[in-house]
Structures are given as C-alpha cells and as structure tokens.
C-alpha cells in the first residue's frame, strides 16, 4: 500500500522543454524521504506533482485525491498577513466548511503543538521568520494530512532554528505518523530527518540513487556525531557528486 | 527643535509671499479688480465666510457622494471581470476610455441627460466618472497581486471561487485599494468643480459657481477668496484619506 506514488513522470514546459524524468516515487505510509538534487533538477516540480497541483506531461501520479489528505508547506512562510495567526492555521478548515468556532479551536490546537500556544492573535508580521515557520507547519497539520509536503521549508531560517525546527517536525510526525516528503540542498539534514534520502541528477531529473538511512526517530541527542551519521552523509554527497558528474 | 524648523518652513514661506504680494500691489498702485493684495482678500474671506462655507460644503458632499459611488462601482466591476477573463477582455478598452475622455467634453452631454432640473445629478455622475478609474485600476492590479503560493494553497485545498476572490484576493488588493480610493478622493473634488463649471448656472451653488460669479462681478477679491476656501478643503480631504491609508495599511500589515 502506498500513499502516493510517481509512475515514470515527464514534465515539459513550453520553451523550457523537460524538467523532470522520466522519474518515478513510491510513498509508503509513514515514510519520511528527502529529495535531494542540484538547482532546477525538478524536485520541487515532484512535489507539485505530489500535491496535484500540477499534471505530468507523461506517465501517471497516485495520490490520495480527499481535501486536506496533502498538506504543502512552502519555503516562506505564505502566511496572509492580514488574518491572525489562530486564523491562518484554521485557513483550510474554513475552505472546507468547517463552522469557525470549531475551526478556532483546532487550530488552535495544531498552534499548540508546534509550541505557539499564546501567539494565536498574532498577526504574521508581529511573528520571528521561525515562529512563522511554524505556524504554516500549524496550518498544514490542522487538517491531519497523510501527506506532508515540505518545500525548502527552512532554506530562509538561521542554523540554530533550522535545526530547532528539524527536530520539532520529527516529533510532530512520531505523533500522527502522515508520510513526508521534503526537498533540501543541505545533505546533512536530508540524512537527519529522512528515513530515505532520495538523490535526483541535474535537470531533467532522474533518479541518481537512493540511501536508507537507519537509526531511531526522533533522533537521539548528538545523532549528527555518529559514525552511522558521518557515513550516511558521505554516501549521499558521493552520490550527489557523481551524479553532477564530478 | 529640528521638528519646529521643519514644521514652521512651509508656513513662514507662505507668509513671505504674501507680504511680497502685499507690498507688491501697495508699492505699484496695481487696481484691486486685476490682483488685490492679500489683505483684501482676506477680508472678502471674512465678509463672505457663511457663503463660501456653505458652498464649500456643497462642493465637498457632492465629492464624497461621488467617491462612494465610484468606490462601489469600481470595486463591484473588477470584481465581476476578475471572475472571467473574457469579460476582463470586454470591459477594459472601455474603462480605459473613460479614463481618457476630459471630463468637460462630457459634460454638456450629461448635463441634457440628467435634465435642466437636475444639474446636481449631472455634476455627481462627472465627479464619479472622474473617481472610477484609479480606484478600478486599483482594485485590478490588486486583485491579481496575491502572493502565488497563496493560490496554490488555495488550489490544494479546493477552494471554490468566491472564497477565492472574498478569502484571499479582495484581502491582498486592500493596499492598492486604499492607494486608489486616496487618488479618486482629489480627482472627485477636481471632477465635481469642473463639472460645475460646466453646468455653469446658478443651479447647484458650490465653489466652482462662487468663482464664477464673482468672476462676472469682477470682484477679484472674492474669486480669490473662493480659491482659497477651494484649496483648503482639497489639502483637508486629502490629508483625511491619507489619514485612513495610514491607519488601514497598519491594520492590514498587523504592525
């Protein structure tokens, strides 16, 4: 059983010609995977792929089609900066039809778990760039998506909340377990928070390899210290290089 | 101290061209009926104020009945074309034609249409014809301008297309409407005086008929006076829908 899956996908765009695969992803549910790849590879094309946003020009996408069964989080934040903080995350609730009174509340409980309890009144610009962050993760966990999809969510973020958030999004995930799929540049966190990491050739992107990465989840304190860790790392970024040819 | 100086520097050269202006017209002997000096016209101020105020207030209503028309008409059409591209395509060549015709070329036509009882209705229809077009263009600009991703997101969570233009569209478009609706505010008292002009009789007594009939009196001081009154309640409306811009963008922008 999977919870989405891409069979040999072909994107083409008019003038830019090919910009992904042929390329295919099987998702099982719970799985959390990195796509790595260098600039313009496609990976964020998958992922739009993944969220149906968009269709491929060959081969087939399965996902789940339901409403709020995909949650997307973008590499900005995307939060309406006219709505309060309470109001962005129960945002696709209200899409949905979901009475507002109840809406609040769960949002206000998904803002809770991403520890923003206390900021629900808060307005996006009166937020710092992480507590932002987290309140587009509140917004795509209110609906309890089985899939997750993570954009660069933390390209913008210093290192020390990068890796607050790394963490914070894996003990979300231990809760309700919805598979993730989540592009990065930075090797070291695609092997911290993905159970496969999934390496992708220069555009038009094409499966490079792929390395399972083992170990606990949530991980332990000073799990980027092990040799597994190490290891892992330089298996991903030799892979990375050769597949940029290097 | 800096602030006082600052403050004080408009005022002060004001009041350095008008004494040039006074001793100018005493020193030359210049005939009150081609410029009178600005003490003349201050008293002509002071000796007509319940006139000028009443036909400033005139004016000033008729600006605003017209920008709150202007305000729900333009808001309403680009809506209504935001949700088709092909009514987009229809109805935009003709608002551009509007923006484009001089106001006092369409004023006689309106004038007959709105019949000789009624020039108050004609100068209310110029004022709003005048105020439509950058709250329109305002309104298009802005209704297009939300953040993509926001719309993808809309996408992903099957929003239907009036939560699309009342949840997320409308919404983004608040800063351009507000710039927008500031510009119409100037350009309905512009309208509103210059479809008076061109209504010309006596029918609706606001600013624009003051002027001109102290115009035809010769009584300089009067027309002047007029121009200033003119003046101040332009400067006052503006600065009240700056006032609102400020507040509201604080409002949208939550800091």
Not at chain 2, 62 to 81: E, F, G, R, Y
Not at chain 2, 115 to 120: A, K, S, V
């Given at each position: 059983?999977?919870?989405?899956?891409l069979?040999?996908?072909?994107?083409?765009y008019?003038?830019?010609?090919r910009?992904?695969?042929?390329?295919?992803?099987?998702?099982?549910?719970?799985?959390?995977?990195?796509?790595?790849?260098?600039?313009?590879?496609g990976?964020?094309?998958?992922?739009?792929?993944?969220?149906?946003?968009?269709?491929?020009?060959?081969?087939?996408?399965?996902?789940?089609p339901?409403?709020g069964?995909?949650?997307?989080?973008?590499?900005?934040?995307?939060?309406?900066?006219?709505?309060?903080?309470?109001?962005?995350?129960?945002?696709?609730?209200?899409?949905?039809?979901?009475?507002?009174?109840a809406?609040?509340?769960?949002?206000?409980?998904a803002?809770?778990?991403?520890?923003?309890?206390?900021?629900?009144?808060?307005?996006p610009?009166?937020?710092s760039?992480?507590?932002?962050?987290?309140?587009s993760l509140?917004?795509?966990?209110?609906?309890?998506?089985?899939?997750?999809?993570?954009?660069?969510?933390f390209?913008?973020?210093?290192?020390?909340?990068?890796?607050?958030?790394?963490?914070?999004?894996l003990?979300?995930?231990s809760?309700?377990?919805?598979?993730?799929?989540?592009?990065?540049h930075?090797?070291?966190e695609?092997?911290?928070?993905a159970?496969?990491?999934?390496?992708?050739?220069?555009?038009?992107?094409?499966?490079?390899?792929e390395?399972?990465?083992t170990?606990?989840?949530p991980?332990?304190?000073?799990?980027?210290?092990?040799?597994?860790?190490?290891?892992?790392a330089?298996?991903v970024?030799?892979?990375?290089?050769?597949?940029?040819?290097r | 101290m800096?602030g006082?100086?600052?403050k004080?520097?408009?005022?002060?050269?004001?009041?350095?061209?008008?004494?040039a202006?006074?001793?100018?017209?005493?020193?030359?002997?210049?005939?009150?009926?081609?410029?009178?000096?600005?003490?003349?016209?201050?008293?002509?101020?002071?000796?007509?104020?319940?006139?000028?105020?009443?036909?400033?207030?005139?004016?000033?209503s008729?600006?605003?009945?017209?920008?709150?028309?202007?305000?729900?008409?333009?808001?309403?059409?680009?809506?209504?074309?935001s949700?088709?591209?092909?009514?987009d395509?229809?109805?935009?060549?003709?608002?551009?034609?509007i923006?484009?015709?001089?106001?006092?070329?369409?004023a006689?036509l309106?004038?007959?249409?709105s019949?000789?009882?009624?020039?108050?209705r004609?100068?209310?229809?110029?004022?709003?014809?005048?105020?439509?077009?950058?709250?329109?263009?305002?309104?298009?600009t802005?209704?297009?301008a939300?953040?993509?991703d926001?719309?993808?997101?809309?996408?992903l969570?099957?929003?239907s297309?009036?939560?699309?233009?009342?949840?997320?569209?409308?919404?983004?478009?608040?800063?351009?409407?507000?710039?927008?609706?500031?510009v119409?505010?100037?350009l309905?008292?512009?309208?509103?005086?210059?479809?008076?002009?061109?209504a010309?009789?006596?029918?609706?007594?606001?600013?624009?008929?003051?002027?001109?009939?102290a115009?035809?009196?010769?009584?300089?001081d009067?027309?002047?006076?007029?121009?200033?009154?003119?003046?101040?309640m332009g400067?006052?409306?503006?600065?009240?829908?700056?006032?609102?811009?400020?507040?509201?963008?604080?409002?949208?922008?939550?800091?």
């Open positions: 059983m999977s919870v989405a899956a069979k040999e996908v072909e994107v083409d008019p003038r830019r010609g910009a992904l695969g042929p390329f295919s992803l099987t998702l099982a549910p719970g799985e959390i995977i990195a796509l790595v790849g260098p600039s313009g590879c990976k964020s094309t998958a992922m739009r792929l993944l969220a149906g946003l968009e269709a491929p020009s060959r081969g087939e996408v399965v996902r789940t339901g409403r069964e995909t949650a997307v989080v973008f590499q900005a934040p995307t939060l309406a900066p006219w709505l309060s903080a309470r109001a962005n995350a129960a945002l696709p609730l209200e899409l949905a039809g979901v009475r507002g009174e809406a609040a509340k769960r949002a206000d409980a803002l809770a778990r991403v520890g923003l309890a206390g900021a629900e009144t808060s307005r610009a009166q937020l760039g992480g507590m932002a962050m987290r309140v509140a917004r795509a966990l209110v609906t309890e998506p089985k899939l997750l999809l993570l954009d660069e969510p390209a913008a973020l210093d290192e020390i909340t990068r890796r607050a958030l790394a963490d914070d999004v003990q979300l995930w809760a309700s377990k919805p598979a993730i799929v989540f592009v990065t930075n090797v070291e695609a092997v911290y928070m159970s496969r990491v999934v390496v992708m050739t220069p555009g038009p992107g094409r499966l490079a390899g390395v399972a990465v170990g606990p989840a991980r332990p304190h000073g799990f980027r210290a092990t040799a597994e860790f190490r290891a892992t330089e298996r970024s030799d892979l990375l290089a050769q597949a940029c040819g | 800096r006082i100086v600052e004080a520097a408009p005022v002060a050269f004001t009041a350095l061209l008008l004494a202006w006074e001793i100018a017209c005493r020193a030359m002997h210049v005939p009150a009926y081609f410029l009178p000096p600005p003490s003349a016209v201050g008293r002509a101020l002071v000796d007509n104020f319940p006139t000028l105020a009443q036909a400033a207030w005139r004016t000033f008729v600006a605003l009945v017209a920008l709150v028309i202007a305000s729900i008409a333009a808001q309403l059409t680009a809506v209504l074309i949700l088709h591209p092909l009514l395509r229809a109805v935009r060549p003709l608002a551009s034609v923006q484009v015709t001089p106001v006092v070329a369409i006689p309106v004038l007959i249409w019949g000789i009882d009624h020039p108050e004609a100068i209310v229809t110029l004022a709003v014809l005048v105020a439509f077009f950058p709250i329109f263009s305002g309104a298009v802005g209704l297009r939300a953040d993509p926001l719309e993808r997101l809309f996408d969570y099957g929003a297309r009036p939560q699309r233009v009342f949840r997320l569209r409308l919404p983004s478009a608040v800063p351009f409407l507000l710039e927008g609706h500031k119409a505010a100037g309905a008292v512009i309208g509103a005086v210059v479809a008076e002009f061109g010309g009789s006596g029918g609706v007594r606001g600013l624009a008929w003051q002027i001109l009939d115009g035809n009196k010769l009584q300089t009067r027309m002047i006076a007029a121009l200033a009154v003119l003046g101040v400067v006052g409306f503006h600065a009240i829908l700056e006032a609102i811009e400020r507040v509201g963008l604080r409002w949208w922008r939550g800091r």
